[in-house]
């Protein structure tokens, strides 16, 4: 069974930090564009960021560019996001995603992606 596994959440004041983390199993995601999401309550899910395989252009809402970093470790397999700064409107349940097909023009939307994780709840106190 293919599954992302985010870990990593967690409850931080403002000003604080998080690491999240995605780790897959049941296949390799080392050739697929990889992105984190977010959705909070009553809110519609939203595209993060993301990062082409092997090395590849990184790409950020413009909400967290400059505080969030996200990266691959390709020898593990893994994916994380590097949250810094965080403000309390960055609470929300971040998702993981994988897809093989992601261009440019559909990062930013869900439709493309083929595989997501459970979700991990980032809750940011003022």
């Known amino acids: 069974q293919v599954q992302l596994v985010e870990s990593g959440g967690g409850l931080v004041q403002a000003g604080g930090s998080l690491r999240l983390s995605c780790a897959p199993s049941?296949?390799?995601?080392?050739?697929?564009?990889m992105a984190w999401f977010r959705q909070a309550p009553g809110k519609e899910r939203e595209f993060v960021a993301a990062?082409?395989?092997?090395?590849?252009?990184?790409y950020y809402a413009t909400s967290v560019e400059g505080r969030f970093t996200v990266s691959r470790v390709y020898v593990k397999d893994t994916m994380y996001l590097q949250m810094n700064n965080l403000k309390p409107e960055d609470t929300a349940v971040y998702y993981c995603?994988?897809?093989?097909?992601?261009?440019?023009?559909?990062?930013?939307?869900?439709?493309?992606?083929?595989?997501w994780g459970q979700g991990t709840q980032v809750t940011v106190s003022s």
């Open positions: 990062i082409r395989w092997r090395g590849g252009p990184t």
């Open positions: 995603a994988a897809g093989s097909r992601i261009t440019q023009a559909t990062m930013r939307g869900l439709a493309d992606y083929d595989y």
């Open positions: 049941g296949r390799p995601f080392t050739t697929y564009t």
